[in-house]
Every structure is written in structure tokens, then in C-alpha cells.
């Protein structure tokens, strides 16, 4: 019999199989030169995107970064609009026109291809949220370095604004290595600086990301403040499809779920045949889109342009 927490578990590792599954599938279709543009995946960071945001509500709002598609993935998106806005089609998100770093949804808000980009827009949308929501802003270690992290997280104490900062810490800024570019190490230490408290977490970890995570959410509502929440992830893939750099010594969040869950006493082939299925069901998907129409050619659809009628 399995208890309550190892269904809990289950759903978590099926959220992030989709998420994988997905991604391989997509990288698959981008090595065979069946998806245009730049890919950056995010593969590595399943855990925190979906341990964070399994520990949400509905109302809350999510700020995504260049490796969005974990979060989109786990926030509801659907797959195949998802992978239609890839390929470039009249079926995406955006009609096929944002692509992978430009991705826009009802709760997760927007990715952006500019490093720290989202993190004072998610800050400003904070202030504006009612009846307890929070915002919650995803972002590398790389953005730590920008000049907008330091000047959210000066402003986010001073309001009491309601609004998560999580950081996935892989080790790299770009191509570089995180000791070559600052002599901090602990990424927490930017947040106790300015008086936001800071936890440090696997980010490998679903389980304990998920708990980490709710207790923050929990003291965000209360009217605390913001909170910051820092995982130590892998980049399981180089910094963009097509780099030959890879990490070493990395550690795979969809192994531990799956061990996790064998030490639950679930079987380990069938956990194993559930991601299989996933992968063949997104390759699929993937041949459907891509029989799917272009959108139109047309400098004058502007049906995905806001206006606003001044009088």
C-alpha cells in the first residue's frame, strides 16, 4: 500500500517526467533540423520548477527566465501549444512568433531572453496582487551578477512586497564557471544583506524543495515579506543545443525521484515505463505540429498586438 506522501511523491516525478520527456523530444526534433532558432534547455532543473510551483496556488504569478520551459511545463502550459510556439506554427502560444525565450501564458507570465530581466517586472506585479497571492520570479546564479537583482532585492524588503525569489544555481554563468566571475559563494548571503531571509536547498530534491518552499510561501502570505530560495541544480545539457561544453560530476534530479520512489516500494520498471511512455507520446505530438500550418505572412495581423484606444 502506498501512503499519502508516496502519492505525493508520484505526482511530483510525473510532472517532471513530463517536463523531460518533453525536452528530449524537442532536442530530439532540433538535432534533426525540425525546429528552428536557438534551444536552451532545462533540463536539471525539474526539481525546482516543479517543487516550487506544485507548492502554489492557482492566483499565484510565475516569472520565468531563458530556460522557461520547465516552468511552463509545470504551471499548466499545454504541451502542444508549447511545442506548436517552438516549431514556429499557427498553433502556438504566440502563433508560432515568441519562440523558446519569449513565452507568454495566463499564470506563467513571461520568460525573457535578458539575463535578471523579469526579476523588478515581477517585483512591480507583486505590489498589485490581493487576497494573499505572491509572485514568484525564477532566475540563474549568472543573473546574481546584474545590476537588477541587487536593485529588486533592495526595494522588495522596503515594501514587504510579496514575492518569491528563487535561484538555480548551476555551477555556470554562460560559458564561464561561477568562481571565475564572483568570489561569493553562498548565493543566500545576497538575500541576509538585504534583510530578506534566504534558504539554502538540493535543488536536486523535489521533496525537499517542495517543503522549503511551502514554509516560505507560507510566511510570504502572512505579510512577512519577500523570501529568497536558492537549489543547487545541474545543467544537464551545455549552455545552449549546439555547445560542445558540458558539466561533470552531475547529478540528475529524475534519478533521485525514481530511487525515491523505488525506496517507497513502487517498482522500478513500471516508474521507468512511465517516462518512456511520455517520450513516445511528445514524439508524436511533435510529427503532428509539425504537419500543422505556418501563420500567415502578413505585416498587417496585428491580432497579437496590444492597443489601446485613447479618446
Known amino acids: 500500500m502506498y501512503g499519502s506522501s508516496s502519492t505525493v511523491l508520484l505526482s511530483l516525478f510525473e510532472k517532471m517526467s513530463t517536463i523531460r520527456a518533453f525536452e528530449d523530444i524537442v532536442a530530439e526534433g532540433y538535432r534533426n533540423r ?49 511545442t506548436a510556439e517552438l516549431a514556429g506554427k499557427d498553433a502556438g502560444m504566440w502563433r508560432g512568433l515568441a519562440g523558446s525565450m519569449h513565452l507568454i501564458d495566463t499564470r506563467a507570465i513571461i520568460a525573457t531572453g535578458v539575463v535578471g530581466g523579469t526579476l523588478p517586472i515581477a517585483l512591480g506585479h507583486s505590489l498589485y496582487l490581493q487576497n494573499g497571492s505572491l509572485a514568484v520570479v525564477f532566475f540563474g546564479d549568472g543573473a546574481v551578477q546584474t545590476g537588477s537583482f541587487h536593485e529588486t532585492l533592495n526595494m522588495a524588503p522596503l515594501w514587504k512586497a510579496p514575492i518569491l525569489f528563487v535561484c538555480e544555481n548551476n555551477g555556470k554563468i554562460e560559458f564561464s564557471s561561477r568562481e571565475e566571475r564572483t568570489s561569493v559563494r553562498d548565493t543566500t548571503s545576497y538575500g541576509r544583506l538585504h534583510g530578506i531571509p534566504a534558504e539554502q536547498v538540493d535543488g536536486c530534491n523535489v ?18 515579506g519577500p523570501a529568497l530560495l536558492a537549489g543547487a541544480i545541474s545543467c544537464l545539457r551545455p549552455h545552449y543545443e549546439g555547445d560542445l561544453q558540458q558539466q561533470e560530476d552531475l547529478v540528475d534530479p529524475l534519478e ?12 522500478e520498471s513500471e516508474v521507468r515505463t512511465t517516462h518512456f511512455c511520455y517520450i513516445a507520446s511528445f514524439r508524436s505530438m511533435l510529427e503532428s505540429v509539425l504537419a500543422s500550418e505556418y501563420p500567415p505572412n502578413s505585416r498587417e495581423d496585428t491580432s497579437l498586438v496590444y492597443s489601446l484606444e485613447l479618446s
Not at 61 to 80: E, K, M, N, W
Not at 207 to 224: H, K, W
Open 34 to 82: 525540425k525546429l528552428p532558432g536557438l534551444l536552451q534547455l532545462s533540463m536539471g532543473s525539474e526539481a525546482t520548477a516543479v517543487g516550487v510551483i506544485s507548492s502554489l496556488s492557482n492566483w499565484d504569478q510565475i516569472y520565468s527566465s531563458h530556460r522557461s520551459h520547465g516552468h511552463f511545463l509545470a504551471a499548466g502550459t499545454d504541451p502542444r501549444a508549447l
Open 256 to 267: 533521485e525521484i525514481v530511487s525515491s520512489l523505488v525506496r517507497e516500494g513502487f517498482n
Open 207 to 224: 521533496a525537499d524543495v517542495a517543503e522549503l518552499a511551502s514554509q516560505l510561501i507560507g510566511r510570504i502570505r502572512s505579510g512577512e
